[in-house]
């Protein structure tokens, strides 16, 4: 997985976000501030816009780099840093390699986790974007001890993500702008675990290519 590929999974997400930007902006009405959706769609349109700009000997650490940069630049309210955080975290893990495996994205996405974890403060169970994200990364994991390729282990995180999403419907939330609701929080998806799942699903719509 190269450069090309990292910069493919940007613009898958990008896709996936602005055509599920109405749906993130009614989930974080419910909950929040009603902006998820545009924010994120902002903010991934500017990532996939400062592609082009970059060298073309870049390597993919560089490209989450780049990315999480113009999210943070683009992006409104929490998600900016959070997203924007994560790739970054994520890039910094790959290093200089030009070229990344399987196991090397593995560890560039627990690091996204860990970033996030580190900044946001939240855990399993907190009704944040952790709840997706958390299962989709030790699925990954999981299926990578298993031998799977890039594609088996994407299509891993991508559907432990949806499940954690989903799962936070029941959950009253304890982190973010959603935790002043109280019990009022109960019964709706988190926006961030929704938006999460759509990153982790354009990563393996990318990774299907490399079987």
């Known amino acids: 997985m190269d450069a090309a590929f990292f910069a493919g999974w940007l613009r898958r997400a990008a896709e996936l976000i602005e055509a599920d930007s109405e749906r993130l902006t009614r989930l974080d009405a419910a909950i929040g501030d009603g902006d998820h959706g545009l924010n994120l769609n902002r903010g991934f349109s500017a990532a996939v816009a400062a592609l082009p700009a970059l060298p073309d000997d870049t390597v993919p650490g560089k490209v989450l780099i780049a990315a999480g940069r113009a999210i943070v630049s683009k992006t409104g309210g929490a998600s900016g840093p959070l997203y924007g955080g994560a790739?970054?975290?994520?890039?910094?893990?790959?290093?200089?390699?030009?070229?990344?495996?399987e196991a090397a994205l593995g560890a560039a996405l627990r690091a996204a986790l860990d970033g996030i974890q580190g900044l946001g403060q939240a855990a399993m169970g907190d009704k944040t974007m952790v709840d997706a994200l958390?299962?989709?990364?030790?699925?990954?994991?999981?299926?990578?001890?298993?031998?799977?390729?890039?594609?088996?282990?994407?299509?891993?995180?991508?559907?432990?993500?949806?499940?954690?999403?989903?799962a936070t419907v029941p959950?009253?939330?304890?982190?973010?702008?959603?935790?002043?609701?109280?019990?009022?929080?109960?019964?709706?998806?988190?926006?961030?675990?929704?938006?999460?799942?759509?990153?982790?699903?354009?990563?393996?719509?990318?990774?299907?290519?490399?079987?």
């Open 134 to 166: 958390a299962p989709a990364v030790d699925a990954y994991e999981q299926a990578l001890r298993r031998h799977g390729d890039p594609a088996a282990c994407a299509e891993a995180a991508a559907e432990a993500a949806a499940h954690g999403a989903v």
């Open 87 to 101: 790739l970054r975290a994520a890039g910094k893990a790959l290093g200089d390699a030009p070229d990344v495996d």
């Open 171 to 211: 959950l009253q939330a304890r982190k973010g702008r959603a935790s002043y609701l109280g019990t009022r929080s109960i019964g709706h998806e988190d926006p961030g675990a929704a938006s999460t799942v759509l990153l982790m699903r354009a990563l393996a719509d990318a990774a299907a290519g490399t079987r």
